[in-house]
């Protein structure tokens, strides 16, 4: 069954760092989604993408998060400059509809700010 | 607007007893519903899904959900439950529509005793 991949499954930063989040969505899958759960927390969505640009983002989506799609393979979420609380397991998910709709998550990166 | 609300917060069960995992939702659209478990520090898997087709829908590792529109429901069961069952199961729900965004239960811990 087509897998949605991410990448780093975990990752240590420094306050203030940059962070970049990579996803291969499925092929021929056109939106694309962030979502993070602070641990022991409840799944929140982050920001909707589509044709290329965001469909819909979060209050938590602020300025600090950027996300692209570089190459028409990858999606990345970027934080500029990370925070504390931006500590996080970060899920990517990618939605088709053929037929039926399937939304798949990846197994999601592990960001961890010190 | 959609909304999803998992019952409980936590449900205890014996092992080889039943399992029964509950969920509401509301939603102005047609809804595609699932059901993800997600194992201490790992990501989401995907258990089942309702896309409007049977009611019935039969999972991965013997679970099963039946999605009730006149009850709002769509409550995850399953007939015997083994000690790798316990983690945490989030009731999802999804909308068609461009630009949507998909809403997470709060999730129930799902403890099994020897």
């Known amino acids: 069954e087509p897998e949605v991949t991410q990448t780093p499954s975990h990752q240590v930063t420094q306050m203030g760092q940059e962070v970049i989040l990579r996803c291969v969505p499925i092929s021929n899958h056109l939106y694309f989604y962030w979502y993070r759960q602070i641990l022991g927390q409840k799944v929140e969505f982050l920001v909707s993408?589509?044709?290329?640009?965001?469909?819909?983002k979060s209050e938590i989506f602020d300025d600090q998060f950027s996300v692209e799609r570089p190459d028409g393979s990858n999606f990345t979420l970027k934080i500029r400059s990370t925070k504390l609380e931006d500590s996080a397991m970060y899920f990517c998910a990618s939605f088709g509809i053929s037929g039926a709709n399937v939304l798949t998550f990846g197994a999601g990166s592990r960001l961890t700010v010190l | 607007a959609q909304s999803v609300t998992q019952l409980d917060s936590h449900v205890s069960v014996s092992e080889g007893t039943p399992v029964l995992l509950r969920c509401n939702y509301s939603s102005s659209y047609s809804p595609s519903l699932f059901w993800y478990v997600q194992h201490p520090n790992k990501g989401l898997q995907l258990l089942l899904k309702y896309t409007s087709a049977a009611t019935l829908v039969k999972g991965i590792n013997g679970f099963e959900a039946e999605f009730k529109k006149s009850e709002t429901s769509f409550h995850l069961t399953k007939p015997s439950a083994h000690m790798s069952d316990a983690a945490e199961y989030f009731c999802v729900v999804s909308p068609i529509t461009g630009g949507f965004k998909t809403i997470f239960g709060a999730g129930t811990r799902l403890f099994v005793k020897a």
């Open positions: 993408f589509y044709n290329n640009e965001i469909s819909e």
